[in-house]
C-alpha cells in the first residue's frame, strides 16, 4: 500500500479540524452564537482572539457555529443528491430504452438552466425554511451526479458478471447494489468529496445574496456579508469566514485528488 502524501495529511486535518469544530461548537464557543460581547469591530486580542463582528459578536464564536450551519446543510444537500442521482441513473442504465432517454433528457434539460438563477429564482419564491434550502440544493446538485453515475453504471452494465446475473434471473435492486454499485465506489466517492466542497461554496454564495442561511442564525458564508463593509476600515472580520471557506475547499481537493491518484494507480493507471 502507498504511504499517504503529506499534502493528504495536511488535507484530511484541516478537514477533520472544521468536523470536530462542528460536532462541538457548543463546547469549543468561547460565547454564545448570538451573545454580543463587545463594541462593533473590535480588534483581534486576549479577550476575541480573532475581535468581533458588525454587531459586537464574537468572530471566533460565530465562526466556530458557522462550520456547524455550513458543514450540516453542506452535508446534508450532498448525500441527498447523491441518493437521487445515483438511483436515478443507475436504473437508467440498467433498463436502457424509453426510461433511460426519458431521464436523460430530463437531467439535460436541468443542467441547461443556470444553477444559481435557478436557485435564487426557487428560494425567492418558496418560504425560507431549512429543508427546503437543502433540498433545493439536492435537486440541483443531483443533475451532475446523475450524469457521472449513468457515465459508470453504462459501463459496468455491459460487463460479463452483470449478464451473468441477469441470466440468473435477478431482478433491477439486485443487480443496482449488489453488482454495479461495489465497482463504481472509487470515482463516486471522489465525486462525492468534490460536490460536497461545491455545496458549501454553493451556500456561501447564496447565503452571500442573502438567500441561504437566514441571520442571526451563523454560517461563513452570511459573515463574509455581514462584515463586508468593513473591509473598506481595513477591518479583517469578512476575510477571517471567506479564508475558512477557502482553506475547507482546498482541504477537499487535496483529498479527493489523493484518492483518485491512488486509485488509478491501484488499477495500473498512472504512476508515480
Not at 24 to 40: D, M, N, Q, S, T
Request: hydrophobic letters at 55%.
Amino acid at each position: 500500500m502507498r504511504s499517504i502524501p503529506p499534502s493528504a495529511w495536511i488535507g484530511m486535518a484541516g478537514i477533520a479540524l472544521a468536523f470536530v469544530a462542528a460536532l462541538f461548537a457548543p463546547v469549543l464557543a468561547p460565547y454564545g452564537e448570538r451573545e454580543i460581547v463587545g463594541a462593533v469591530w473590535e480588534p483581534m486580542g486576549p479577550e476575541h482572539w480573532l475581535g468581533t463582528d458588525n454587531l459586537g459578536r464574537d468572530l471566533l464564536s460565530r465562526l466556530i457555529f458557522g462550520a456547524q450551519t455550513t458543514l450540516f446543510v453542506a452535508l446534508a444537500a450532498s448525500i441527498l443528491s447523491f441518493a437521487i442521482g445515483i438511483c436515478l441513473s443507475f436504473v437508467a442504465a440498467v433498463t436502457r430504452g424509453i426510461v433511460d432517454q426519458g431521464l436523460s433528457r430530463l437531467n439535460d434539460l436541468m443542467m441547461s438552466i443556470p444553477t444559481l438563477i435557478f436557485a435564487l429564482v426557487v428560494l425567492a419564491a418558496l418560504p425560507q425554511k431549512l429543508w427546503i434550502l437543502i433540498l433545493v440544493m439536492a435537486i440541483l446538485d443531483s443533475t451532475r451526479v446523475f450524469r457521472l453515475g449513468r457515465a459508470v453504471a453504462v459501463d459496468i452494465a455491459v460487463m460479463d458478471f452483470v449478464e451473468a446475473a441477469r441470466l440468473r434471473g435477478e431482478g433491477t435492486i439486485w443487480i443496482i447494489f449488489r453488482e454495479i454499485l461495489p465497482n463504481a465506489l472509487s470515482p463516486l466517492l471522489a465525486e462525492f468529496g468534490l460536490r460536497f466542497a461545491f455545496a458549501v461554496l454553493f451556500l456561501s454564495t447564496l447565503s452571500f445574496l442573502g438567500l441561504g442561511i437566514q441571520p442571526p442564525q451563523a454560517d461563513w458564508g452570511g459573515m463574509v456579508k455581514d462584515n463586508s463593509d468593513g473591509i473598506i476600515f481595513g477591518v479583517p472580520a469578512a476575510l477571517i469566514p471567506g479564508g475558512a471557506i477557502a482553506a475547507l475547499a482546498v482541504c477537499v481537493n487535496i483529498v479527493v485528488d489523493w484518492l483518485l491518484h491512488r486509485t488509478s494507480s491501484l488499477k495500473g493507471g498512472r504512476d508515480g
